[in-house]
């Protein structure tokens, strides 16, 4: 029998846990919220998340919903029949990928969706190929599935796309999953339709499986198309996954419903999984995100066209600082800047060697919150989103740019 001492030499948290990287995004935003709250003026471009109102029909809906005794109890784990079905419509119409409802899971918000997929899919020691700047929860939920994360990293030469030789390289026998990610966050690239099928048929030819993310998928500009890899690739509909949710298209991050759409074993499985995980996604933002998915795409239109100008001004205003070099990003609400050639230079008495002591200088001095590129894989980079007022996000540039100038 182990004595008492023994158990109580043991880590207190599991390995597993204790090996996750927190979230960088929110990490941020508590810091900002904290010198906020202090009174201190800071400008924070850490923000995942529109900064409009949840349209006035989707909240009525879930005021409906509360006084209706029908939402109070348990109901089927994969999501209530009408909203499944009403996603599976949704995905018929903005992307012309046809799917049974029986095939869509609805999860709580994207976020469960990624760890949900990774759950279904991976045993342990299986590689997935991750496209690098990636979303800062993507390794995480790869990992505490089992799974391994093979970075393939693209730089801003080539507009943070990677193309189908890098992946060949990355590629081995355990390479099960290729997680996609088009608009992308953090970079707002934009992959063309002839690179998702030169992708998309790479992935058939060698059996490997597709997690697509397209959350970003009406944050679009420029012209710039949402072209889904199994409609695209038809022949990949039986192994990919399209992830998704309302968070960002109607401005509903806090409600918490997102899905996953697949071919029916893998839906079956990972909805067997939910019944453990969490049971039902609650009725009362299930009802809500039906209103938002069954109704008018013309908020996200007036959102979309407050972004575009936005996103138009952070990039000239980034672009004109020295030693700045941001792409033009033409998805999502994110400007991927490089801000490689300021680090070890001399600002305000300290020499920042990467982009987590620049970030800090930045906040400090400037009392501006960017995301470093630590936190998609890539250091030498900042996120900065653009999901704010606009005479914010003037002043913050600004203020960035007139410290950045001080490099020396
Ligand atoms: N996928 C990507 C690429 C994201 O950026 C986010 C949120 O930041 C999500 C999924 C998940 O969103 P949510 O969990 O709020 O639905």
């Known amino acids: 029998m182990s004595s008492p ?10 390995a597993r846990i204790a090996g996750i990287t927190p979230s960088a995004t929110l990490a941020v935003d508590a810091k900002v919220k904290a010198l906020k709250a202090e009174g201190r003026p800071v400008i924070g471009f850490g923000a995942g998340q529109p900064d409009f109102p949840t349209p006035d029909h989707v909240v009525e809906a879930a005021a409906a919903a509360v006084h209706d005794r029908a939402n109070h109890g348990y109901t089927a784990a994969a999501g209530l029949p ?25 999860t709580n918000g994207g976020k469960q969706a990624v760890y949900s997929a990774f759950a279904t899919l991976l045993d342990p020691g299986d590689e997935v190929l991750l496209l690098a700047p990636y979303w800062t929860t993507y390794p ?21 796309l990677v193309d189908v030789g890098q992946l060949e390289a990355a590629r081995t026998d355990r390479t099960k999953v290729l997680l996609f990610n088009s608009p992308s966050n953090p970079t707002g690239a934009v992959y063309p339709r002839e690179r998702i099928e030169a992708i998309g048929r790479w992935a058939h030819e060698n059996g490997i499986w597709v997690i697509t993310d397209e959350i970003y998928e009406h944050l679009l500009y420029d012209g710039a198309e949402n072209h889904s890899l199994p409609v695209v690739v038809p022949e990949m ?20 419903v997102g899905w996953i759409i697949g071919p029916q074993d893998v839906v079956k499985a990972a909805s067997s999984y939910q019944t453990h995980l969490c049971g039902n996604v609650a009725n009362i933002s299930q009802r809500a995100a039906l209103a938002a998915v069954a109704g008018p795409l013309d908020v996200v239109h007036q959102m979309r066209e407050a972004f575009d100008a936005r996103r138009k001004r952070i990039v000239s205003l980034l672009s004109e600082i020295p ?4 792409p033009t990003p033409q998805g999502a609400f994110y400007a991927y800047p490089s801000v490689k050639s300021v680090l070890g230079k001399e600002i305000r008495g300290e020499r920042p060697a990467d982009t987590l002591e620049l970030a800090d200088l930045i906040l400090r001095e400037a009392e501006v919150a960017v995301v470093p590129g630590e936190a998609f894989g890539t250091p030498g980079y900042f996120r900065f989103s653009y999901a ?21």
Do not use: H
Not at 82 to 106: C, M, N, P, W
């Open 237 to 256: 509909a039986d192994r990919t996954l399209v992830l998704n949710g309302v968070a960002k298209t109607y401005s509903m991050t806090g409600w918490r």
């Open 323 to 326: 030693g700045v070099d941001c």
């Open 82 to 106: 009408e909203l499944r079905a009403a996603i599976a419509a949704k995905t018929l119409r903005d992307t012309g990928f046809e799917v049974a409802s029986t095939q869509v899971l609805v």
């Open 388 to 408: 704010l007022a606009e005479a914010d996000l003037v002043e913050g540039v600004t203020r960035v740019g007139n410290l950045l100038s001080e490099a020396r």
């Open 140 to 160: 995480e939920s790869i990992k505490l599935a089992g799974g391994v994360p093979v970075q393939v990293t693209a730089d801003e030469s080539t507009g943070y």
């Open 5 to 14: 001492a023994t158990i109580t030499a043991r880590p207190r948290i599991s």
